[in-house]
T-cell receptor
Framework: AQSVTQLGSHVSVSEGALVLLRCNYS??????LFWYVQYPNQGLQLLLK??????LVKGINGFEAEFKKSETSFHLTKPSAHMSDAAEYFC????????????????FGQGTILTVHP | SAVISQKPSRDICQRGTSLTIQCQVD?????MFWYRQQPGQSLTLIAT?????????ESGFVIDKFPISRPNLTFSTLTVSNLSPEDSSIYLC???????????FGPGTRLTVT
């Protein structure tokens, strides 16, 4: 079984400050990992994904995340926050098993609401 | 990626009625999923919509309450039956292509049950 834990349901930063959103996962098989962003009244947009290539993954809007197997973590960072980054962020895990009814199923964390202050 | 549309975008329904949500994708995809996002919460998978066969439901979700159709590789519907206020949520469909593990999401349908 897979699970995702996002530490901190709310994170507040000043504009221009470092953004760090934490995600730890649990998976019995090597995982695929994702970060999604949800703006108010919208669906989810894929920010970035880890699929076993480079452990440091770059995504859209200046975000990146580093896969650390020893720490079972996949934290999301951005060097300098912008007001437009205010949204809710979800970390998700998918296993690599082929076939079966759970193929490709995503398990989401509880989400972290990012607030950016001027 | 994929362009996904959902209809309706929002609806207000009375207790005891049903709502059918449509999900349309701009190209053929193997896998489609339906999620529920209750107010202030994360996403929970309801079921995987399989083309040509019955949907596969997650624990806690049953076909009588959430019947799903998948008539072709670009379209699916989710019906939420016998509505109660507890069904007030955002319902999202997503798709996954065979060449990748990421899912792409529709804009969601916001359901309010009165």
């Amino acid at each position: 079984a897979q699970s995702v834990t996002q530490l901190g349901s709310h994170v507040s930063v000043s504009e221009g400050a470092l953004v760090l959103l934490r995600c730890n996962y649990s998976s019995s098989v090597p995982p695929y990992l994702f970060w999604y962003v949800q703006y108010p009244n919208q669906g989810l947009q894929l920010l970035l994904k880890y699929t076993s290539a480079a452990t440091l993954v770059k995504g859209i809007n200046g975000f990146e995340a580093e896969f650390k197997k020893s720490e079972t973590s996949f934290h999301l960072t951005k060097p300098s926050a912008h007001m437009s980054d205010a949204a809710e962020y979800f970390c998700a895990v998918s296993d690599r098993s082929a076939g079966g009814t759970s193929y490709g199923k995503l398990t989401f964390g509880q989400g972290t609401i990012l607030t950016v202050h001027p | 990626s994929a362009v996904i549309s959902q209809k309706p975008s929002r609806d207000i329904c009375q207790r005891g009625t049903s709502l059918t949500i449509q999900c349309q994708v701009d190209s053929q995809v193997t896998m489609m999923f339906w999620y529920r996002q209750q107010p202030g919460q994360s996403l929970t998978l309801i079921a995987t919509a399989n083309q040509g066969s019955e949907a596969t439901y997650e624990s806690g979700f049953v076909i009588d309450k959430f019947p799903i159709s998948r008539p072709n590789l670009t379209f699916s519907t989710l019906t939420v039956s016998n509505l109660s206020p507890e069904d007030s949520s955002i319902y999202l469909c997503s798709v996954r292509r065979t060449e990748g593990y990421e899912q792409y999401f529709g804009p969601g349908t916001r359901l309010t049950v009165t």
